[in-house]
Structures are given as C-alpha cells and as structure tokens.
C-alpha cells in the first residue's frame, strides 16, 4: 500500500537531509507507530504520504514515495488527497471552516457524494470524537483538545484507504484519547484502513499497534512487530522515548516477557517472586504555605451572553515556589483559568489578585510578573531566529549585557536549543517550536510562569530536560497538562477542572489515587497504579515504586 524506496529529503535551505535514504513498506491494513525523538523527521514522513511533500514543500528529493502502484511524483494533490487523510499535528493548519459542520463536510463535499451519505458520515464522525452537540458551533470558540477532535473528525469522514495521523491526541484528555484509539482501532481492524500514526505518547498506543517503527535524525532505527520493539526497552531509554509502564515493569523485572497491558503486567508480576518486606509508604509532599502570588475568588466567566458558564466559581490560592499541574476534560475551563491568571481576560464576576495586585482589565501588570506560553506556540513566534526569539524579552526588559548573557545561555541550555540558535523557529519542528516559545519565557525569569501544555509533541528526554530547568529557574509554575506521569513527577499540587468548578486540589499522591474522581474528570490513574490495584499495593504510582514494593 505504502513503499518508500531509498527516498531522501531536504528542505529548502537545509544542508542536511530531514529524511535519510528511508526504506519502508507498509500493508494494506496494517496500523502502524511511528515515534522518535522530536526533530527526527516524523511529521516531514507523513507529509510525504499526502504529497505534501514534494508538491508544496519545495526542496529536494532522492528516491520515490509509491502509494498504490504510483509514485507521489506523478500523482496530483488531489488523487493523493483521496487516498490518504492527513491529520496534522497543529489543528490550526488544519481548520479553516467557520462553523464545525462546514469543516467536516468539506472533504465528502468535493468527493461530490450523495446529500443523505454526507449527512450520515458527518453524524457519525462527529459522534466518534465526542463532538456531537457542537454541529453548529463556531470553530473559533473550541479549545485546543476539541480542535484537535474536530481535525480527526474531518478526515475520519473522508474514509480514506490511508489515515496519516500526526500526534493525534496529543491535546486530548487521557480518556478522550482512549476512545479516539478504540474508533481508530476500529477503523482498521473492521474497514481494513491502513494507519500511520506518529506519537510521542507511545505508553497510551503501543497496545494497539501492529508494528512500531523509530526513526533517528531522519532514519529508521527500528522496524518491528510492536511487542518485539517494545522489547528493546533499552534502546527507547537511550534514545529518550517513553515506554508503557507495563513495559518498563517487564524490563524491572527481568523475566523477558513484555508485558502490553494491565492484565499481562499483572500475571507477570503474579508468576514472580514477592519481595517479603514492603517499604513504608511514600508520603506526600506538603503543601506551599508561601506568599500567595495568585488569588482568584468567585471567578465567573463565560465567552458570549448566551453561553454556558465556562468558569464557574472558582475559589483559588496559589503561593510562592509552588508548581501548580491544572488538569482535566478538554473544554473543562483550563485554558480560561490560566488567561485569568495571565490577566489577558479580565474577570466578568469575581476577583483575581495577580502578585498582590488587582486585575480590572484597564492597569496592566508590570513587564516581568508573568510569562505566558500558549497552547499553541505558533501563535508566539514571530522572529527570524531562535536567538532573537529568546532575546525579545530580555531587550524589552533591558536587561544589562552580562546578565542577559547569563540568562540567554540558562535559558538555550535547559531548553536543549544549543544547535538551533540561528534557525527560523517556523521551520522548526512542533516540539522545537514549543521549547523555543518555552525558552523566550524562561529566560526573562518572570515571578509566575504559565505554561499550556508543555509536555504536547515532546519526547520523554525533552519533557525531563525541560522540566529540570523549569524547576531550577522558574519560581511559581502552574501548567495545564494531560499528562499523568508528568503531573505525578513534577506538580507538588494537583487541581482538577470538571465543567469550570474546581473538583479536586491536592498533592498528586492524593488526586490521582482517586480513581472515581479521575473517571468523572476525563483523567485515568497510571498502568502502575492500577497494577499496584490489581495486586493489593496501594500507594503505587510509577514503576520504580511497583519495583520496591514486589519485585525481587
Ligand atoms: N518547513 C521546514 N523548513 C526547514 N526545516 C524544517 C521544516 N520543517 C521541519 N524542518 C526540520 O526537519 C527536521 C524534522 O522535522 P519534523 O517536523 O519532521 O520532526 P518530528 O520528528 O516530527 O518532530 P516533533 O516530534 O517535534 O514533531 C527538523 O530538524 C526540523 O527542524
Ligand atoms: N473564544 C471562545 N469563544 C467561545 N467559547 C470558547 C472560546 N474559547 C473556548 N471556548 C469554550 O470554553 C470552554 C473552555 O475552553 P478552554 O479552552 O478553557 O478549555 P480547556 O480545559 O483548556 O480544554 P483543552 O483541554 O481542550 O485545551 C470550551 O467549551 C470551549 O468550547
């Protein structure tokens, strides 16, 4: 169905090759995993599948891309488009409809199919991304996750023979994810669609995964069924990607079965021998009790007169050092609240206090109290540099040399941006992009920093190397995520959004061992904390954890 045969690329203006002499087949009807390090050339491989490349790309290619029994070179955009639906990994290149209908019809209009199929394929595509009730909304007034649901609705309507889907659910709540999973599990296994799908949160699709193929700085590293890939665990950590749990369990454990879900990891755990002795719990981090730099009370918010509530109460505290994880459902208010906090939008009911002062929308805060990095950082970078990007602030700030050297270096380095200083940040990868928006933000060193999900389109060494710098040069931190694992590891408190009211606020410890509570907010407890339930562990949330507690 797919051949890519020798095929090399390189964008205009790059010297070295995005993709490098790729040889890959890929069946009809086979589902396949496409992941790697961030800026290895994913996201340039699926564009080659669409004739993006090389028909709107520019540059130069070497080899030849088939996709039936032709070769990309000689099809047009429009016989590719047909056979392959492309999701892309920003739904803001992708949407340009007003109204999300008009969005999802588009593609079976110009197929020119019959008025009642339309109508059926928009019901049913809306349906499988939980988008339902939204038919006539404006597709300006959606949030980040719910774009990207609409970007996987329009091609999902399409029923293409290829579904090239481009980090997917990466804004997606963690149960969102699953069911977007289980639709295109669906789609392949009953329709016989063949999938390409590129993702960094490999823990959440290996499972349902044929094959999983890696690429390394514009080459395939590993080509193999997805339990045998899974089993060079070691090379994934070398190359900074993120195992499922349950195979990070497998590899804890030594026995040299690979563990794809709960229930294996579960048996794998019973079969082995149980350490005697369990360490005493681990206890949870106490909470911040400094100077309280965000205060929100009473917050009301909703975007239009006739909307719904989208904030609906909130009653909130942040002080000093903490670093606040906000999480829940896509359209859960999380966005909002943090424009709040950024004092973009003023409050329509209630009060919020940013660094003692009060927000009415009409003083604006001083230069340096807050840094926002948005959902999507495209909308921030405007520079011909990264290194302009980064400095922006600072100049603003004016900044003297020496310290602007200092905190351009911090900044460059925590960020791992050393290689790219003179590249156009628009011509870097997603996750390069996100990391630049990131860096320009870190480096003025403002007294609150509000992150919009960080963690989106990063690998498990970038997420690690970030988080680090974050920890280390940002004073008060408070980000929205969809990301368990990360909220566990770096958030010393938890708040939890479930239709603009505030459902759960604690240490993570807390929230995420409260399996009702994440199920009503869209959240899902780890693969460790749910193999620790199984097993009668209580107090288990990382597979270091599970290790102390039974593994031999
Ligand atoms: N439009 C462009 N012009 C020039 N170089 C580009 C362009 N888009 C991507 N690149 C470069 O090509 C390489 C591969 O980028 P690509 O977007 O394919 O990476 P990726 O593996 O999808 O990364 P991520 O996981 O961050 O999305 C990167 O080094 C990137 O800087
Ligand atoms: N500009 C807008 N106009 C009208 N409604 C909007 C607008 N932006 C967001 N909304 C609506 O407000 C609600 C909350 O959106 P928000 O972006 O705050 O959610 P979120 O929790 O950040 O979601 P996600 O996890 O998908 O990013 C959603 O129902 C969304 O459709």
Same mark, same amino acid.
């Given at each position: 169905?797919?051949?890519?045969?020798?095929?090399?690329?390189?964008?205009?203006? &790059?010297?070295?090759?995005?993709?490098?002499?790729?040889?890959?087949?890929?069946?009809?009807?086979?589902?396949?995993?496409?992941?790697?390090?961030?800026?290895?050339?994913?996201?340039?491989?699926?564009?080659?599948?669409?004739?993006?490349?090389?028909?709107?790309?520019? #540059?130069?290619?070497?080899?030849?891309?088939?996709?039936? +029994?032709?070769?990309? @070179?000689?099809?047009?955009?429009?016989?590719?488009?047909?056979?392959?639906?492309?999701?892309?990994?920003?739904?803001?290149?992708?949407?340009?409809?007003?109204?999300?209908?008009?969005?999802? !019809?588009?593609?079976?209009?110009?197929?020119?199919?019959? +008025?009642? $199929?339309?109508? /059926? +394929?928009?019901?049913?595509?809306?349906?499988?991304?939980?988008?339902?009730?939204?038919?006539?909304?404006?597709?300006?007034?959606?949030?980040?996750?719910?774009?990207?649901?609409?970007?996987?609705?329009?091609?999902?309507?399409?029923?293409?023979?290829?579904?090239?889907?481009?980090?997917?659910?990466?804004?997606?709540?963690?149960?969102?994810?699953?069911?977007?999973?289980?639709?295109?599990?669906?789609?392949?296994?009953?329709?016989?669609?063949?999938?390409?799908?590129?993702?960094?949160?490999?823990?959440?699709?290996?499972?349902?995964?044929?094959?999983? !193929?890696?690429?390394?700085?514009?080459?395939?590293?590993?080509?193999?069924?997805?339990? /045998?890939?899974?089993?060079?665990?070691?090379?994934?950590?070398?190359?900074?990607?993120?195992?499922?749990?349950?195979?990070?369990?497998?590899?804890?454990?030594?026995?040299?079965?690979?563990?794809?879900?709960?229930?294996?990891?579960?048996?794998?755990?019973?079969?082995?021998?149980?350490?005697?002795?369990?360490?005493?719990? !681990?206890?949870?981090?106490?909470?911040?009790? #400094?100077?309280?730099?965000? $205060?929100?009370?009473?917050?009301?918010?909703?975007?239009?007169?006739?909307?719904?509530?989208?904030?609906?109460?909130?009653?909130?505290?942040?002080?000093?050092?903490?670093?606040?994880?906000?999480?829940?459902?896509?359209?859960?208010?999380?966005?909002?609240?943090?424009?709040?906090?950024?004092?973009?939008?003023?409050?329509?009911?209630?009060?919020?206090?940013?660094?003692?002062?009060?927000?009415?929308?009409?003083?604006?805060?001083?230069?340096?109290?807050?840094?926002?990095?948005?959902?999507?950082?495209?909308?921030?970078?405007?520079?011909?540099?990264?290194? /302009?990007?980064?400095?922006?602030?600072?100049?603003?700030?004016?900044?003297?040399?020496?310290?602007?050297?200092?905190?351009?270096?911090?900044?460059? /380095?925590?960020?791992?941006?050393?290689?790219?200083?003179?590249?156009?940040?628009?011509?870097?990868?997603?996750?390069? +992009?996100?990391?630049?928006?990131?860096?320009?933000?870190?480096?003025?060193?403002?007294?609150?920093?509000?992150?919009?999900?960080?963690?989106? #389109?990063?690998?498990?060494?970038?997420?690690?190397?970030?988080?680090?710098?974050?920890?280390?040069?940002?004073?008060?931190?408070?980000?929205?995520?969809?990301?368990?694992?990360?909220?566990?590891?770096?958030?010393?408190?938890?708040?939890?959004?479930?239709?603009?009211?505030?459902?759960?606020? #604690?240490?993570?410890?807390?929230?995420?061992?409260?399996?009702?509570?994440?199920?009503?907010?869209?959240? @899902?407890?780890?693969?460790?904390?749910?193999?620790? &339930?199984?097993?009668?562990?209580?107090?288990?949330?990382?597979?270091?954890?599970?290790?102390?507690?039974?593994?031999?």
């Amino acid at each position: 169905m797919i051949a890519f045969n020798d095929f090399s690329f390189w964008y205009p203006g &790059r010297e070295a090759a995005s993709l490098q002499q790729i040889n890959l087949k890929i069946s009809d009807g086979e589902f396949v995993l496409l992941t790697g390090p961030t800026g290895c050339g994913k996201s340039t491989l699926l564009k080659c599948l669409n004739g993006i490349i090389p028909h709107l790309s520019g #540059g130069r290619c070497q080899g030849e891309v088939v996709i039936g +029994r032709c070769t990309t @070179r000689t099809m047009t955009m429009a016989e590719l488009s047909a056979q392959v639906g492309l999701v892309q990994q920003s739904p803001d290149d992708q949407i340009f409809a007003t109204v999300i209908q008009d969005e999802v !019809v588009f593609g079976p209009e110009n197929l020119c199919l019959p +008025r009642a $199929e339309i109508e /059926q +394929r928009l019901e049913w595509a809306l349906k499988a991304v939980d988008l339902a009730g939204y038919r006539l909304r404006s597709t300006a007034a959606l949030s980040g996750g719910q774009k990207q649901r609409l970007a996987i609705a329009s091609m999902l309507a399409l029923e293409p023979r290829i579904l090239a889907l481009d980090e997917p659910i990466s804004q997606i709540d963690p149960q969102g994810a699953c069911e977007v999973m289980d639709v295109v599990k669906k789609l392949n296994r009953e329709y016989g669609v063949t999938v390409v799908m590129v993702e960094h949160r490999i823990h959440e699709v290996a499972q349902y995964v044929d094959r999983v !193929v890696v690429m390394d700085s514009g080459r395939i590293v590993v080509d193999a069924p997805a339990r /045998q890939a899974m089993a060079k665990a070691e090379l994934f950590i070398k190359m900074g990607l993120r195992l499922p749990e349950t195979v990070e369990i497998s590899r804890r454990l030594k026995q040299g079965h690979i563990a794809m879900t709960v229930e294996e990891a579960v048996n794998l755990l019973k079969s082995g021998v149980r350490k005697k002795s369990k360490p005493a719990a !681990v206890c949870c981090r106490p909470a911040a009790a #400094g100077t309280p730099v965000l $205060e929100i009370g009473d917050l009301f918010y909703r975007y239009a007169k006739n909307d719904k509530q989208v904030l609906n109460g909130i009653n909130l505290t942040i002080h000093k050092s903490e670093k606040v994880a906000i999480m829940g459902r896509n359209g859960a208010g999380k966005s909002t609240l943090l424009a709040h906090m950024a004092a973009l939008t003023p409050p329509q009911q209630g009060t919020v206090r940013v660094a003692g002062r009060l927000i009415d929308g009409k003083k604006k805060l001083p230069l340096g109290t807050v840094g926002m990095v948005m959902q999507n950082p495209d909308l921030m970078l405007f520079h011909s540099s990264v290194r /302009q990007e980064v400095e922006f602030g600072l100049r603003n700030l004016k900044t003297v040399s020496a310290l602007m050297t200092e905190r351009y270096g911090q900044a460059i /380095q925590g960020l791992a941006l050393a290689d790219l200083q003179d590249d156009p940040p628009l011509a870097l990868s997603r996750g390069q +992009r996100l990391r630049t928006a990131i860096a320009a933000v870190v480096a003025m060193q403002p007294e609150i920093v509000l992150l919009d999900e960080p963690t989106t #389109g990063q690998d498990k060494r970038n997420i690690e190397s970030m988080m680090a710098a974050l920890m280390d040069q940002v004073e008060t931190l408070v980000f929205c995520t969809h990301d368990v694992e990360s909220a566990i590891r770096y958030a010393t408190r938890v708040i939890v959004l479930n239709q603009g009211k505030i459902v759960a606020d #604690g240490p993570p410890r807390n929230v995420f061992a409260d399996a009702p509570l994440l199920n009503r907010s869209g959240l @899902r407890p780890t693969q460790s904390w749910l193999v620790g &339930r199984a097993l009668g562990i209580p107090d288990v949330f990382t597979p270091l954890e599970l290790e102390e507690k039974w593994i031999c």
